[in-house]
């Protein structure tokens, strides 16, 4: 089905990346976006192969390396005393076993780097100022209809809007989503300002009472990221990435943690500290009609306890590109692309949600039998890290 009008409602990664992945399979792709300006909120992004693997298939090694960080490793270390509880080995090791690195890549270079490559290969293809709000579909063809009354015509729809994604509620309703009674706090450092050698290049989760962190280098390098998961039993956030908060109350929620965490949010700028809420929503066993369907955030919401939403995002756009090329139809294509997709992500979902539990253990004991018994090497090898969505055989 190469001669298929393809619409996307939203420039995110995910959208972006499926953008990438449909055109280079040739099909004609149109986006639009809500924004004025192209561009991405946010910090870091842990990208392992199972999602460079996609990003490397669209030819994007040299622009990944100029930015990004390669960890040597995923450690889990005691709160107050730095105790190394669990280390995940990547680096080399996970090149070798998985044919791409682990990266550390700021979510905005990241999606520069997949803006650019949409725009090279068709610099029209991309509609700013563009508010998405519903979408009429029947056997010819998916109408998408703008906030301003403008409307687009496709052959099928991918709804690649986030979290509040219009184009998820037309298709599932109204879904519930439960706060987690966790807020998360996120800032950038630059290295400059640390003590030389403060710490290795790894990405390390501090795992400690009602809270964890987890820190690692971007940018090369440059830039240090912060991410604060600490439980707020009477929260009054909202679910936004730009909602800033006092230094003071970020400081106190980490008194009595290790100097590497003192020194580390004693040099954020006090004017530069982010904090929203952190909702659950349950997976759903549907994401498709006939001619539209969903694609990360907007499909499977995933909290950020595993690092794993964005490459999520990116598998779904390769997949999906698969599925519509193999396909004789657009139903049968959205279908076998959810069927591929539906156990996955949900295992990301629910295995997010499950390792705020792990983190959490208070007894110290209690804790190193706990990550002893889960043996996340093992157990992210073989699921995780391991999937190609590249060649993965899609039934």
């Not at 997709?341 to 629910?350: E, K, S, Y």
Request: glycine share 6%.
């Amino acid at each position: 089905m190469k001669n298929l009008n393809v619409i996307i409602a939203g420039a995110g990664l995910g959208g972006l990346t499926a953008a990438a992945c449909l055109m280079k399979r040739g099909f004609k792709v149109h986006i639009y976006e809500q924004a004025a300006a192209l561009g991405e909120v946010g910090a870091g992004v842990q990208s392992s192969a199972n999602a460079v693997n996609v990003l490397y298939d669209l030819g994007l090694r040299d622009e990944l390396e100029q930015v990004a960080v390669r960890p040597k490793a995923f450690e889990f270390r005691r709160f107050d005393t730095a105790e190394l509880l669990h280390r995940i080995p990547l680096g080399e090791n996970h090149e070798q076993a998985f044919g791409a690195p682990y990266y550390h890549i700021h979510r905005a270079d990241l999606h520069d780097i997949l803006a650019r490559k949409v725009l090279a290969m068709d610099p029209n293809c991309i509609t700013l100022n563009a508010r998405v709000e519903s979408f009429e579909e029947n056997a010819d063809g998916v109408t998408l209809n703008l906030a301003d009354g403008r409307k687009a015509h496709g052959d099928v729809l991918i709804g690649a809007d986030g979290i509040k994604s219009a184009i998820r509620a037309q298709i599932l309703g109204p879904t519930p989503a439960t706060y987690t009674g966790d807020i998360a706090w996120r800032a950038t450092i630059p290295t400059e300002r640390l003590p030389a050698g403060i710490m290795d290049v790894v990405s390390t989760v501090w795992c400690g009472p009602k809270k964890h962190a987890t820190i690692y280098y971007l940018r090369a390098g440059k830039l240090v990221n912060f991410v604060g998961l600490v439980e707020y039993p009477n929260q009054t956030e909202v679910e936004s990435w730009t909602q800033k908060r006092p230094w003071e109350e970020l400081k106190a929620d980490y008194a009595g943690w290790h100097p590497t965490i003192q020194t580390i949010i004693d040099a954020i700028d006090k004017d530069s500290c982010y904090r929203w809420a952190l909702n659950n929503r349950e997976p759903v066993s549907n994401w498709s009609t006939s001619r539209a369907t969903l694609m990360g955030d907007a499909a499977h919401p995933t909290l950020p306890y595993m690092a794993s939403g964005a490459a999520m995002a990116i598998e779904d756009g390769a997949v999906l590109s698969r599925a519509l090329e193999m396909s004789d139809s657009v139903p049968d294509a959205l279908q076998l692309y959810q069927r591929n997709r539906l156990d996955r992500t949900a295992r990301i979902v629910r295995g997010s949600t499950d390792s705020r539990a792990l983190y959490r253990i208070e007894d110290e004991e209690e804790m190193r039998r706990a990550f002893k018994e889960q043996n996340l090497t093992k157990s992210r090898s073989e699921w995780l890290y391991s999937y190609n969505p590249i060649t993965v055989p899609l039934v």
